[in-house]
């Protein structure tokens, strides 16, 4: 049984994704503006160059959000899910009927 999603519910997933996309970005202006403003306190602070900890910390974290965004699966990703979903129905549809 194959179904083909409705608009609306096309609608709600294109939204819920331009939402994903636009939470990365902000993260990373935030990123950004948070260690410019770090990176000039240690400056002026007489440069001990402690400023990259919080860069190193925090740009892993980007990077770990950027990859979840952008489509760098885990093993149980959003593919997995979908073919989950789908030998379930499968599954229920063979054992109930239509």
């Known amino acids: 049984m ?26 990373l202006v935030v990123y950004l503006v948070v260690n410019a403003f770090l990176f000039a306190i240690d400056l002026i602070d007489g440069g001990n160059w402690w400023f990259y900890w919080p860069l190193l910390g925090w740009g892993i974290a980007i990077a770990i959000h950027g990859a979840v965004t952008f489509g760098v699966e885990g093993p149980f990703g959003k593919r997995w899910e979908e073919r989950k979903m789908r030998e379930l129905l499968d599954e229920d549809q063979r054992l109930h009927g239509a």
Do not use: S
């Open 2 to 27: 194959e179904t083909t999603p409705t608009t609306d519910t096309r609608y709600q997933q294109a939204r819920k994704r331009v939402e994903e996309i636009k939470g990365f970005y902000t993260h």
